[in-house]
């Protein structure tokens, strides 16, 4: 499931722009179909905009038919019927989307702890001060067993003691769900912190549910900003011209 909203309130239409000759919603649709991972694939919007996007362009698209807070209740109100397990969620600004990362985070649903998990999702190392100080990138901070503990727009943790290395994690917004998880998900109210912080994921854990992280190398580009396109457009560039 590739939840999609043509609203973003740091770069609106984001969805809609021009990636080097297809938009960026369609680069996403495409990249994720192209693993071969999955049984089906849709995208799930709340724009007619996007939706007649991805149809014309011989996609699997669901409307929403109510008003979401986040891409997790629409994926949720698009499920709850479906005869289903294991549902993921690619972001629709995640045009890099790669089978590689998606192969990891749905191997943990096979591993020794798979009954301890209610949801799986991504993580990947930040080396930059400007990329762990930007509030765009949302870090991620774990226990032993790699399970989330926090994750915040803020640098965690807070390197007071520099002799101690700190390695900084970004959260990468692709999630594999139980479909339980994400319907009890869609019942709950938010949270101060979720409220306070714009990540959904939090909620997840304000209720007690267990996220297990995998770290991946493979480092896509998000479209956050228009400089985020801008950046994306330059690595489309440079792998057709290899």
């Known amino acids: 499931m590739i939840p999609a909203r043509y609203a ?4 609106p239409g984001k969805l809609m722009q021009d990636l080097n000759g297809k938009t960026v919603i369609r680069r996403t649709y495409e990249s994720t179909v ?7 694939v849709f995208v799930v919007t709340d724009s007619q905009i996007i ?11 669901i409307l929403s038919k109510t008003n979401h807070e986040c891409g997790s209740d629409r994926i ?14 690619v972001q629709g600004d995640e045009p890099f989307t790669s089978r590689t990362s998606l192969e990891k985070v749905l191997k943990v649903f096979y591993g020794s702890d798979a009954h301890q998990i209610d949801l799986a999702s991504l993580m990947t190392p930040l080396y930059g001060q400007e990329d762990i100080e930007n509030p765009n990138h949302v870090k991620v901070i774990v226990n032993q067993n790699n399970f989330a503990l926090y994750f915040s727009r803020s640098p965690i943790p807070y390197h007071r003691d520099k002799d101690v290395d700190v390695t900084y994690y970004k959260h990468i917004g692709i999630y594999a769900f139980r479909k339980q998880a994400i319907l009890d998900f869609h019942q709950l109210p938010m949270l101060t912190l979720e409220a306070s ?3 959904e994921c939090i909620r997840y854990l304000e209720y007690g549910k267990n996220i297990k992280m995998v770290e991946s190398e493979a480092m896509g580009v998000g479209i956050d900003t228009p400089e985020d396109l801008e950046k994306a457009k330059r ?8």
Request: no cysteine; glycine share 4%.
């Open 8 to 11: 973003a309130t740091r770069f």
């Open 197 to 199: 912080e714009k990540i």
């Open 51 to 61: 939706y007649d996007e991805i149809k014309t362009h011989g996609g699997k698209v």
């Open 235 to 242: 690595i489309l560039d440079e792998e057709e011209n290899k």
């Open 34 to 40: 192209k693993t071969e991972l999955f049984d089906d």
């Open 76 to 89: 949720a109100e698009a499920v709850k019927d479906m005869d289903i397990d294991i549902v993921v969620n």
